[in-house]
């Protein structure tokens, strides 16, 4: 397996109000880190349509996706994507997020379970996760913290493969408004052939604003090293 696609696998197949409002898209469409989901959603009426971009070793990953919210506690969220180097092949994902506890519980934690379906040719992942979500108050700007437990499963091509990971991350204004944020991600082995995963980005997001973009490097250790990653996207969304 070339380096794109250990880069693809780690990218795309295993891949309160103001949380909600600076979160983006993981590479397979839910609201989140780069690579996972957190227990972040929408803001009700709202919605998030952001573009994705990995410069991989002899080719790249090109993504388009969304994720809206439903109703209270409910996200739907999905997208399309395509890989290049030695052939290109065209993927999609389809995923959904339901909240078990608000940001306004007594511990201000927020948590969420949902899942999703990851279909590329000849290739199938789906996926189920559960994550808290919780902002840690330093002065002026709080850190918000996620940890996360995920099952991926993989077949395809008479591959087949599961595993359970585990998964934390943080999002940490620079700035005081948070227009300027630094956002990383660590995950366990998510294949058993894999490594560590993980991701580190400075995301860019004004405030009172509906655009915004993130860029880092995304990667696994143990081989493959890292690569390159861009993220533009505009926030629909009736609160801001």
Partial sequence: MNKLMKAALAATLVAG????AHADLTFQGAVGLPLNPTAQIPLEGGARVQGS???GDGGSFIGLHGATRV???FEVNGGV????GGGSTTGFNVGAKALLTKESDPVGVRIAVGGGYDRIT???NPYAYLVGTKAFGV????ITGHLGLRYDRYSGGGFSDNQVSVYAGAEVPVTKTG???LVGELQSKNTSFGGTLYSASVRYRPEGTAFGGSLGVVGQSGGGGANVFAQIGYTFNTGR
Avoid: M, V
Wanted: net charge negative.
């Fill in 53 to 55: 971009y990995i410069d």
């Fill in 139 to 142: 002065g002026d700007r709080p």
């Fill in 122 to 124: 000849g290739f199938n």
């Fill in 81 to 84: 994507y395509r890989l290049s």
């Fill in 71 to 73: 109703s209270d506690r």
């Fill in 179 to 181: 227009d300027f944020q």
């Fill in 17 to 20: 109000t103001g949380q909600a």
